[in-house]
């Protein structure tokens, strides 16, 4: 195996290693877990599996880690697959045929399913049967595979891209997961640290969960780098080790990166706050309108920096006032 293969496999057992193994680990999200709780108890007492179940919000949030713990819940196996790798109804036959009774079956990125597979697996999801089409034309005829009684689990992050046939089939529940308070990010970093073997101080935790985005994955991503640094450094985990450490990654006190302080600035600077199509954002500031959308600002809007209005993105006062910049005089009257 070669040093990179062997270092891409340590943080990824890393990552696994961090993942709670039992309610009482996993925070917040506590109606979900109730809720959960209620149908898993359900089901067992009924000597069944589970209804199935979707998961849906942003990444990081802990849709696969709430697969494992249900599986590890029901002592079941638990498949994995996503809905790239599904490319060919064939590939779908072939998980589902190789299901016990019992199994759970977690499809990460569900909405990037072909729609010709998901035809396949609505009568697999509602009942426990397979459809096989061999040949074509006058000649083809239908096969009728039983399966197994198993769960499904799907998660996605766009389930608006998903079709309303499929996301009805999901009769254990749909489930969207919430951004996280500081106060419980603060409590999975402590978590982490302890696993870590990493004395971190309570300034520096709450400077860490200050800047995660409101979101666990990052959180355990800042910490490793903050433990980094400070090793680098000979020192504990204090505060001033997390400044350098974040400082180094260009992750400001409000968590923004480097390419969202750039978002924001663009509009400042090139389009006097806004507004400004998404189209002409994106030329702008080289990023595709996908990663603008996704990834930069759904957090944007929720710290109230930028606004998206029937005319185009605008930068709020509060981001003008985080950048120290001078809200011009022909837009204070608009943002009052």
């Known amino acids: 195996m070669s040093s990179g293969t062997s270092k891409n496999r340590d943080a990824l057992l890393l990552d696994q290693t961090l993942r709670p193994i039992g309610w009482d680990e996993y925070v917040g999200q506590q109606k979900i877990k109730e809720n959960l709780k209620i149908l898993l108890t359900a089901a067992c007492e009924r000597s069944q599996p589970p209804e199935h179940l979707l998961f849906y919000g942003p990444p990081g949030l802990g849709k696969t880690t709430l697969a494992h713990l249900i599986a ?33 079956l977690f499809i990460d990125e569900v909405h990037r399913l072909n729609k010709t597979i998901e035809e396949v697996l609505y009568p697999a999801m509602e009942s426990g049967v397979l459809d096989i089409i061999i040949g074509k034309g006058p000649s083809a005829r239908t096969i009728q595979l039983e399966l197994p009684p198993f769960t499904l689990i799907a998660a996605t992050t766009r389930i608006a891209l998903l079709s ?9 529940g749909t489930f969207r997961l919430n951004f996280y308070s500081n106060q419980e990010i603060e409590k999975i970093i402590k978590r982490s640290a302890g696993i870590l073997n990493v004395s971190i101080q309570d300034d520096a935790c709450k400077e860490i969960a200050k800047r995660s985005r409101f979101t666990p994955r990052t959180a355990n991503y800042l ?110 009257s608009e943002l009052l």
């Open 72 to 104: 590890r819940e029901l002592g079941a196996q638990m498949k994995i697959t996503s809905g790239p790798a599904i490319e060919r109804v064939g590939d779908l036959a072939s998980i589902l045929t190789n299901l016990s009774s019992g199994d759970i």
């Open 164 to 172: 309303s046939p499929l996301r009805s089939r999901f009769s254990g």
């Open 223 to 332: 910490l490793k780098r903050s433990r980094d640094f400070a090793q680098v450094n000979k020192s504990d985990l204090t505060r001033r080790m997390v400044d350098g450490a974040l400082s180094l990654l260009e992750i400001d006190n409000l968590g923004l990166t480097a390419s969202d302080k750039y978002l924001l600035l663009t509009i400042i600077h090139k389009f006097n706050g806004g507004p400004v199509g998404l189209n002409t954002l994106s030329a702008a500031t080289s990023e595709e309108m996908a990663t603008i959308e996704e990834v930069s600002e759904p957090y944007l809007i929720q710290l109230g920096l930028i606004e998206r209005t029937p005319r185009g993105r605008v930068t709020t006062e509060r981001a003008y006032e985080h950048f120290g910049v001078k809200t011009p005089v022909n837009k204070q």
